[in-house]
T-cell receptor
């Protein structure tokens, strides 16, 4: 079965600090995505990638960077974390028609 | 551009009653449509997806029919169960493999 893992599963960060969220997939999928989900809101696309060493901006890229060093790994970087970035972050990969999600990372910025 | 609209933010109904969650979409080309379900504190997972061979997708008692004429892909179930309480997303995949999610519909099934 397709597998997407994320680390850390939860994190508390300070305002202005740097945060890196990591995602790893063993599905051999080309496409990977980062979403954020806020309480009571839907999924919003931050960045995505369709090949290693290349990333694309999604709908809400401001304040986030992404890195795809290999097909298996896709990171989301918050250079200067802000209170408004407190949310749950999901990574996903796509193979064929279906999108497979990781378990999520709960980020709290204080 | 491509987009998905789910008009209901919250649907509350009694166990045993039928379920219908609305989804309409806008797309330049013929997209794939999906329904994802997310239970509390879990990740979204695929519930069902549209096919091009006129077969109606079904899973766990849920079904949806793609109507290109009305650009709709409503989710239905004949009898709601308590365990169906969850957040449901309608999604679209376009020809560039970009996926667009609706805002989600929270389904609450009460005894």
């Amino acid at each position: 079965e397709a597998a997407v893992t994320q680390s850390p599963r939860s994190k508390v960060a300070v305002t202005g600090g740097k945060v890196t969220l990591s995602c790893h997939q063993t599905n051999n999928h080309d496409y990977m995505y980062w979403y954020r989900q806020d309480t009571g809101h839907g999924l919003r696309l931050i960045h995505y990638s369709y090949v290693a060493d290349s990333t694309e901006k999604g709908d809400i890229p401001d304040g986030y960077k992404a890195s795809r060093p290999s097909q298996e790994n896709f990171s989301l970087i918050l250079e200067l974390a802000s209170l408004s970035q407190t949310a749950v972050y999901f990574c996903a990969s796509t193979g064929g028609a279906e999108q497979f999600f990781g378990p999520g990372t709960r980020l709290t910025v204080l | 551009g491509d987009s998905v609209t789910q008009t209901e933010g919250l649907v509350t109904l009694t166990e045993g009653l039928p379920v219908m969650l609305n989804c309409t979409y806008q797309s330049t080309y013929s997209p794939f449509l999906f329904w994802y379900v997310q239970h509390l504190n879990e990740a979204p997972k695929l519930l069902l997806k549209s096919f091009t061979d006129n077969k109606r997708p079904e899973h766990q008692g849920f079904h949806a029919t793609l109507h290109k004429s009305s650009s709709s892909f409503h989710l239905q179930k004949s009898s709601a169960q308590l365990s169906d309480s969850a957040l449901y997303y309608c999604a679209l995949r376009n020809s560039n493999n970009r996926i667009f999610f609706g805002d989600g519909t929270q389904l609450v099934v009460k005894p």
